[in-house]
């Protein structure tokens, strides 16, 4: 078995881990009242993280990709990203899922990484949009699914927000930016 089989096939097993405890978690939350939002955009980012997979399996078969002469930097970026996918997701516990779930007036989740910013996982899925293909020098798959991944980003992050600041305290509790500690937002400086 090569390099890229074996890394393929770790990172395929922990994503169906995951979607067994986002089904686990999807059934808790629902059983408590859990409105589910994205539904539109939600098939289309499971299928470009399905094609990435594909895609990247393909160009590095096909297109004779090698091992990357700075795989041990690029492996050290995937053990942080995936040091961090397990970090954001023991933090939000029960609350953790692939869908947009929220239950209404739920505490919102400020521990682990969330004390810092507001959506860890989507900073560590595109980390690893450019970290896993260049492993194996997989540029078209870095390329395009990087545009795709950013593209699918920019409708489901604020449709995270709305659906988060709509049902719970989320922007009482964003007072500060948690990008920046201790600076108050510009929007909320001005109001």
């Known amino acids: 078995m090569d390099w890229f089989t074996v890394f393929i096939l770790i990172i395929m097993l922990q ?70 996918r397990l970090w954001a997701l023991l933090s939000l516990g029960k609350y953790w899922n692939t869908k947009i779930l929220v239950i209404p007036h739920a505490n919102v989740v400020m521990r682990g990484p969330y004390r810092f910013i507001r959506h860890p996982n989507y900073v560590i899925v595109t980390l690893e949009f450019l970290a896993f293909p260049l492993m194996f020098q997989a540029y078209w798959t870095l390329a395009v699914f990087s545009i795709l991944n950013l593209a699918i980003l920019s409708v489901r992050i604020p449709a995270e927000e709305q659906a988060l600041s709509g049902l719970t305290e989320y922007r009482q509790k964003l007072r500060r930016n948690r990008f920046l500690p201790g600076r108050k937002r510009i929007s909320e400086e001005s109001s």
């Open 15 to 84: 994503r169906v881990g995951e979607l067994a405890v986002a089904r686990s978690n999807e059934k808790w939350m629902k059983s408590r009242g859990a409105l589910e939002f994205g539904k539109g955009h939600y098939s289309i980012m499971v299928m470009i993280h399905a094609s990435f997979f594909l895609f990247y399996s393909f160009e590095v078969s096909w297109g004779s990709r090698t091992l990357s002469s700075l795989w041990p930097a690029i492996l050290t970026v995937i053990i942080i990203t995936q040091a961090g």
